[in-house]
């Protein structure tokens, strides 16, 4: 059945690249680039310049006969080019800006200056790009703020390039592709050009604001502002700035998330998003990763939330929404930089990340970036100590052609004194309580992650691309677990369990994208054909251990009897997927967004120890999206959309044995944007309601964990609000807020209007850093950050509520062209608080004040 899977996916790409051989020819296009040669000097403020650019076309270029040469040359003057494309391309000390026409002849510059931004008008062309009629790119270079590319009025093109502390250094040169300039910072003795820290063409995820091109969107290269959906990028300078040690300490940036907790491993990362939770699946680099699957921040360059289910995009699951980390990637010029960070409770973390060309030609690039973690615990007996190493290369096979190749490894073990059950008593209890057995306990784990990714491009409108993905792991723990506490409120029952698990998943994807017209719609098209499969077998054992008063715990008990076997299963299923999503322009400023996919999955959970089947399921379903994209003015989207998804049941099962329904899911969205102080802030808007059938949970009426019940129908609506990027040059801010209600709607046995486990109905956060611009004091900064999360229901049906907090935590640093230091100070009023699950099963303490120290040098 797998080859049959394989051979499908074979001619479907061969499919994908006849495809787009046919339509290779359409829409070649010249360039004019935007160069650096020779001085170009800039008028006083006020003025103006013209600079003709008069390539005289050969006879055979010539379309129509003239009667004059005046008439020839009245006719070029009114013709309008258009301008279809936009890139930026960062040199060693200057930014080149290229232009994309379908004519680079007969264009005509105007030049002025106004304070520090260097204006070139270029009348009798037009911008129109496929994401709109606006590009733009904030701090694409060292001494660089912004470049804006815009449609001035109806048949000029303004191109404005602003300099961050003075007008940029801007040289000419004349070449056959046509006019060439490119613009560089006036550099002073205390500002040195920065090292680049991102691949020349893409966005910088370094600085503390929102990147405009996004991934997990639309799967297309697009600005924010043109998805109709909810999106959050947090760049990797943020997590930096918050002294964050785990990955899911980023969800204090987000509107409407939560962290799941009690759950998985110490690397381990799960969220509840809009009140519902993911089951420890999330995305790397758009692959999906299940069973806890671990991340290290080494290389790790921003994270995506995508809010609302993603099914047309990566497939059944993800019913209200996704996260999604992206990598490093490897670097045209070189880059080494060295971080070692220390802190409180034995915490020490060295890493490395080094990247640049391994020939002189530069087609052969490396990124390789590698950690080593050791640290104790706030709880008694707690460690970890943990490895991580993630080489990755990319090969330029042409001018059209690349092929990227990464791979993880992640190791550790693992001493956790894990979460508390779910009962009110344990708020009593010292956080520093270790419910385990010290001498027992461990957890070892190792991931691998294997990525190809092979892209061509036929034409600047048409690309091929084929991935593939594989992740195994190998999980072994042992432990004294914590069952339930007795009717004296002080003895915690336990059991030792020793168990093993292996996760294998892979994902093949053939995806063929492109850009065209009919009529005067703008299509931006993306056909996709994938398989993925997922194997998940493991093993438990237990047996009796003695109980521990959680008041006054005496440690040293051992297992009282001869392991008995729990279970022995594997979990499985294989699933190919085929969707088609168009981005279609009916006007500049109205684009409509529309897609299916079709899901056909088998899965199968089965008894290894007698080699029988305990639940076998094959589902077959439409995943549709639709969403429409207004804007009434540049700085303006008003946008409404409609999606659904539904989940496969094949890794549980009821109380009677049988195998569950899928759960189907719907979300109904709309929302605003709005850039804010130029376009340095970014506000963002939503309102909206998700509808889930069919919902699984744990059954409160069984002590055993892999019970489970299907409530009926669950639903939670909500309103989101998330601002971040830059009020004032030197100080950042990301604020947000989220009403969430998620409710039992229907269910046979849990009363209605009960709230669903580990959801805040109110939750906010502010985060603000200011760095001094200029002077001695110059790279000097602070922040400071507030956490605000409601209480939560923790069980269904709800028995008790996990109290509110407030947290805050506070950072001073220093920056430099080498060096950064960073001092973090986490929950500054050693607050006592929980968090918790949507299962309702755990409570979770969380780290008293915290001191985190980190330096890093670059060369």
């Given at each position: 059945?797998?080859?049959?899977?394989?051979?499908?996916?074979?001619?479907?790409?061969?499919?994908?690249?006849?495809?787009?051989?046919?339509?290779?020819?359409?829409?070649?296009?010249?360039?004019?680039?935007?160069?650096?040669?020779?001085?170009?000097?800039?008028?006083?403020?006020?003025?103006?310049?013209?600079?003709?650019?008069?390539?005289?076309?050969?006879?055979?270029?010539?379309?129509?006969?003239?009667?004059?040469?005046?008439?020839?040359?009245?006719?070029?003057?009114?013709?309008?080019?258009?301008?279809?494309?936009?890139?930026?391309?960062?040199?060693?000390?200057?930014?080149?800006?290229?232009?994309?026409?379908?004519?680079?002849?007969?264009?005509?510059?105007?030049?002025?200056?106004?304070?520090?931004?260097?204006?070139?008008?270029?009348?009798?062309?037009?911008?129109?790009?496929?994401?709109?009629?606006?590009?733009?790119?904030?701090?694409?270079?060292?001494?660089?703020?912004?470049?804006?590319?815009?449609?001035?009025?109806?048949?000029?093109?303004?191109?404005?390039?602003?300099?961050?502390?003075?007008?940029?250094?801007?040289?000419?040169?004349?070449?056959?592709?046509?006019?060439?300039?490119?613009?560089?910072?006036?550099?002073?003795?205390?500002?040195?050009?920065?090292?680049?820290?991102?691949?020349?063409?893409?966005?910088?995820?370094?600085?503390?604001?929102?990147?405009?091109?996004?991934?997990?969107?639309?799967?297309?290269?697009?600005?924010?502002?043109?998805?109709?959906?909810?999106?959050?990028?947090?760049?990797?300078?943020?997590?930096?700035?918050?002294?964050?040690?785990?990955?899911?300490?980023?969800?204090?940036?987000?509107?409407?998330?939560?962290?799941?907790?009690?759950?998985?491993?110490?690397?381990?990362?799960?969220?509840?998003?809009?009140?519902?939770?993911?089951?420890?699946?999330?995305?790397?680099?758009?692959?999906?990763?299940?069973?806890?699957?671990?991340?290290?921040?080494?290389?790790?360059?921003?994270?995506?939330?995508?809010?609302?289910?993603?099914?047309?995009?990566?497939?059944?699951?993800?019913?209200?929404?996704?996260?999604?980390?992206?990598?490093?990637?490897?670097?045209?010029?070189?880059?080494?930089?060295?971080?070692?960070?220390?802190?409180?409770?034995?915490?020490?973390?060295?890493?490395?990340?080094?990247?640049?060309?391994?020939?002189?030609?530069?087609?052969?690039?490396?990124?390789?970036?590698?950690?080593?973690?050791?640290?104790?615990?706030?709880?008694?007996?707690?460690?970890?100590?943990?490895?991580?190493?993630?080489?990755?290369?990319?090969?330029?096979?042409?001018?059209?052609?690349?092929?990227?190749?990464?791979?993880?490894?992640?190791?550790?073990?693992?001493?956790?004194?894990?979460?508390?059950?779910?009962?009110?008593?344990?708020?009593n209890v010292r956080r520093s309580f270790y419910q385990g057995e010290p001498d027992l306990d461990l957890e070892t784990y190792s991931a691998n992650s294997l990525t190809y990714e092979f892209e061509h491009r036929f034409s600047d409108n048409w690309q091929f691309k084929q991935t593939f993905n594989r992740i195994w792991q190998e999980i072994s723990a042992k432990r004294a677990s914590?069952?339930?506490?007795?009717?004296?409120?002080?003895?915690?029952?336990?059991?030792?369990?020793?168990?093993?698990?292996?996760?294998?998943?892979?994902?093949?994807?053939?995806?063929?994208?492109?850009?065209?017209?009919?009529?005067?719609?703008?299509?931006?098209?993306?056909?996709?054909?994938?398989?993925?499969?997922?194997?998940?077998?493991?093993?438990?054992?237990?047996?009796?251990?003695?109980?521990?008063?959680?008041?006054?715990?005496?440690?040293?008990?051992?297992?009282?009897?001869?392991?008995?076997?729990?279970?022995?299963?594997?979990?499985?299923?294989?699933?190919?997927?085929?969707?088609?999503?168009?981005?279609?322009?009916?006007?500049?400023?109205?684009?409509?967004?529309?897609?299916?996919?079709?899901?056909?999955?088998?899965?199968?959970?089965?008894?290894?120890?007698?080699?029988?089947?305990?639940?076998?399921?094959?589902?077959?379903?439409?995943?549709?999206?639709?969403?429409?994209?207004?804007?009434?003015?540049?700085?303006?989207?008003?946008?409404?959309?409609?999606?659904?998804?539904?989940?496969?049941?094949?890794?549980?099962?009821?109380?009677?044995?049988?195998?569950?329904?899928?759960?189907?899911?719907?979300?109904?969205?709309?929302?605003?944007?709005?850039?804010?102080?130029?376009?340095?802030?970014?506000?963002?808007?939503?309102?909206?309601?998700?509808?889930?059938?069919?919902?699984?949970?744990?059954?409160?009426?069984?002590?055993?964990?892999?019970?489970?019940?299907?409530?009926?129908?669950?639903?939670?609506?909500?309103?989101?609000?998330?601002?971040?990027?830059?009020?004032?040059?030197?100080?950042?801010?990301?604020?947000?807020?989220?009403?969430?209600?998620?409710?039992?709607?229907?269910?046979?046995?849990?009363?209605?209007?009960?709230?669903?486990?580990?959801?805040?109905?109110?939750?906010?956060?502010?985060?603000?850093?200011?760095?001094?611009?200029?002077?001695?004091?110059?790279?000097?900064?602070?922040?400071?950050?507030?956490?605000?999360?409601?209480?939560?229901?923790?069980?269904?049906?709800?028995?008790?509520?996990?109290?509110?907090?407030?947290?805050?935590d506070a950072v001073l640093f220093y920056r430099s062209d080498r060096y950064d230091i960073n001092l973090n100070f986490k929950n500054l009023s050693n607050l006592k608080y929980f968090d918790t699950n949507s299962y309702g099963d755990s409570l979770s303490v969380q780290e008293p004040f915290t001191v985190i120290g980190s330096f890093s040098y670059r060369f």
């Open positions: 059945m797998k080859l049959g899977h394989f051979s499908y996916l074979g001619i479907a790409g061969i499919i994908c690249l006849l495809c787009s051989e046919s339509v290779q020819a359409q829409g070649k296009e010249k360039l004019v680039q935007i160069h650096l040669n020779r001085e170009y000097t800039v008028p006083k403020e006020g003025t103006k310049a013209e600079v003709p650019i008069t390539q005289i076309p050969q006879i055979s270029d010539i379309q129509r006969p003239h009667t004059s040469v005046k008439d020839w040359l009245t006719q070029l003057q009114n013709q309008v080019i258009l301008v279809t494309g936009v890139s930026l391309n960062t040199r060693e000390n200057s930014l080149e800006v290229t232009l994309e026409t379908s004519s680079s002849d007969h264009l005509q510059t105007v030049v002025k200056s106004e304070g520090n931004n260097f204006i070139v008008d270029i009348p009798n062309a037009q911008l129109k790009l496929s994401s709109g009629e606006l590009f733009r790119q904030e701090k694409p270079s060292a001494g660089i703020t912004d470049v804006v590319v815009t449609n001035h009025d109806a048949n000029t093109i303004r191109v404005t390039v602003t300099g961050e502390t003075s007008l940029p250094k801007v040289e000419l040169d004349d070449s056959d592709k046509g006019l060439i300039f490119v613009v560089a910072p006036v550099t002073t003795s205390t500002q040195q050009p920065q090292i680049p820290d991102t691949p020349p063409t893409q966005p910088s995820a370094q600085d503390d604001q929102p990147i405009e091109l996004v991934v997990t969107g639309t799967r297309f290269e697009v600005p924010i502002q043109d998805a109709p959906q909810s999106i959050q990028v947090i760049p990797r300078q943020v997590l930096e700035d918050r002294g964050v040690v785990r990955l899911d300490e980023f969800t204090d940036n987000v509107s409407g998330i939560q962290r799941l907790t009690g759950g998985a491993g110490p690397g381990s990362s799960g969220f509840i998003i809009r009140g519902f939770a993911d089951d420890y699946e999330t995305l790397r680099n758009g692959f999906r990763t299940q069973g806890g699957f671990a991340r290290d921040l080494a290389n790790i360059d921003r994270v995506e939330v995508l809010k609302g289910p993603a099914a047309i995009l990566y497939g059944s699951g993800f019913q209200s929404g996704t996260v999604n980390t992206i990598t490093k990637k490897p670097l045209e010029d070189p880059l080494y930089e060295v971080k070692a960070t220390f802190g409180s409770y034995s915490f020490y973390r060295g890493e490395v990340d080094f990247t640049g060309p391994l020939t002189q030609s530069g087609s052969l690039l490396y990124r390789l970036n590698a950690s080593y973690q050791n640290e104790g615990s706030f709880r008694d007996f707690g460690r970890y100590a943990g490895t991580f190493i993630a080489p990755a290369l990319t090969w330029k096979l042409g001018d059209r052609t690349t092929l990227n190749i990464d791979y993880e490894n992640f190791t550790y073990e693992s001493v956790s004194a894990g979460a508390f059950r779910a009962d009110p008593r344990f708020f914590r069952r339930a506490l007795q009717a004296d409120g002080e003895t915690l029952n336990r059991r030792y369990t020793v168990a093993d698990a292996d996760v294998n998943n892979l994902t093949f994807r053939n995806e063929l994208f492109g850009k065209f017209n009919t009529g005067s719609l703008r299509h931006n098209l993306l056909f996709g054909v994938e398989y993925s499969h997922l194997d998940y077998p493991g093993k438990s054992f237990s047996t009796a251990i003695d109980p521990i008063n959680i008041f006054n715990p005496r440690y040293g008990a051992r297992p009282t009897g001869e392991l008995s076997l729990d279970y022995f299963e594997t979990y499985g299923n294989d699933v190919v997927g085929i969707y088609v999503q168009d981005l279609i322009e009916v006007l500049p400023n109205l684009k409509i967004a529309a897609g299916v996919r079709f899901d056909s999955s088998t899965g199968s959970n089965e008894n290894l120890q007698t080699n029988t089947i305990i639940n076998e399921v094959s589902d077959s379903q439409f995943s549709p999206r639709l969403g429409i994209v207004y804007q009434p003015s540049d700085t303006t989207t008003l946008y409404a959309s409609w999606s659904n998804s539904f989940t496969p049941q094949i890794y549980g099962r009821n109380s009677r044995g049988g195998a569950f329904k899928p759960i189907t899911s719907e979300q109904l969205e709309v929302g605003i944007r709005q850039e804010l102080f130029d376009r340095r802030l970014l506000a963002g808007l939503a309102l909206y309601q998700i509808t889930r059938q069919n919902v699984v949970t744990d059954d409160p009426n069984s002590d055993d964990f892999l019970d489970r019940i299907q409530t009926g129908e669950q639903r939670s609506r909500g309103i989101e609000l998330d601002i971040s990027g830059e009020i004032s040059p030197g100080w950042k801010i990301i604020t947000t807020y989220a009403y969430t209600d998620a409710v039992v709607t229907k269910d046979n046995e849990i009363p209605v209007g009960d709230r669903l486990g580990g959801v805040p109905y109110n939750s906010a956060s502010l985060w603000t850093t200011y760095e001094i611009q200029k002077g001695n004091l110059q790279g000097f900064g602070g922040g400071f950050g507030l956490v605000y999360v409601g209480d939560r229901a923790n069980t269904i049906p709800n028995e008790f509520t996990t109290p509110s907090y407030l947290r805050a």
